[in-house]
């Protein structure tokens, strides 16, 4: 008996182990897992109550995608490595660091921005200034974290005095991101201003394109206003949470509210 019970706990342990490996960070609660033991008194009495049990078992996310993620990673910091030696165009020149975009391997939401500015050159991230502040904000009020989405720019070295990207360094810098989303394989682009959607998808016109959905190699795209046009302009934060939460609706997620937020 003694044995068995031994030779049993050794196979849970390495079934946990293996899933682990596999990328398993969480596993779902069964019907009162855990809390229907017999109840004290033994047989007879009844079992923990199933519907409280799962009233505390946290709402299924969808299931990791572990073994396209270790891949993606290796792409991801393979294409990195690239970028950082990359002299195709001349904002090679005045660049401090490279920034290839930063993020979960395999997210649900690729969000696409124009350039580094000097905090985003400075540190090597994307988005990390104060545009960066108000993206982080706008993830957070989607229900995500930063760590559970992809961020990254058209041009992938910070353009002198913060202008724009000139369209032949946006054609030259286009296919490391273009490697980036066939690594990715995100369900849903968040293109951020007039820049990322003419680079990535040839449309003009963010203020007419925007809260309009489009595809890129039959990946949805939403285009919405860049943060830093929102520093500006307050008012349309407005717009840009419609966007948002046509995101949500496009990916099954409920709009979260300060309660289950
Ligand atoms: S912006 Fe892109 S294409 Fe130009 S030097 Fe930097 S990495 Fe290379």
């Not at 609660?29 to 004290?40: I, K, L, S």
């Not at 993020?103 to 990390?128: C, K, S, T």
């Not at 724009?164 to 296919?175: F, I, R, T, W």
């Amino acid at each position: 008996m003694q044995e068995n019970l031994s030779r049993l706990t050794g196979d849970i342990l390495n079934y946990l182990h293996f899933l682990k490996d596999e990328g398993v960070r969480s596993l779902p609660c069964a019907a009162g897992g855990g809390r229907d033991w017999p109840a004290p008194g033994g047989p007879g009495r009844s079992r923990a109550p199933t519907r409280a049990a799962d009233a505390a078992c946290p709402k299924p996310r969808p299931a990791p995608r572990a073994a396209s993620a270790q891949d993606s990673s290796n792409a991801l910091l393979e294409i990195a490595g690239r970028v950082a030696a990359c002299e195709r165009c001349a904002l090679h020149k005045t660049r401090t660091r490279t920034v290839p975009g930063q993020g979960h391997p395999a997210p649900d939401i690729l969000f696409v921005g124009e350039g580094p500015g000097e905090d985003e050159d400075l540190q090597g991230l994307a988005f990390v200034g104060e545009a960066g502040k108000l993206l982080t904000r706008m993830i957070e009020a989607m229900g995500y974290g930063r760590e559970e989405v992809f961020i990254a720019n058209i041009v992938k070295c910070r353009p002198p005095h913060n202008r724009k990207p000139e369209p032949g360094e946006s054609a030259q810098c286009l296919p490391f991101l273009e490697e980036q989303i066939s690594a990715l394989k995100p369900r849903v682009i968040v293109t951020l201003g007039g820049t990322a959607l003419e680079a990535l998808l040839k449309v003009s016109g963010i203020t007419r394109a925007r809260g309009q959905w489009l595809e890129y190699k039959g990946i949805p795209v939403m285009p919405t206003f860049h943060p830093s046009y929102l520093l500006r302009v307050p008012t349309a934060k407005r717009d840009v949470w419609n966007d948002l939460q046509a995101v949500l609706g496009r990916l099954g997620r409920a709009v979260p509210t300060p309660a289950n937020k």
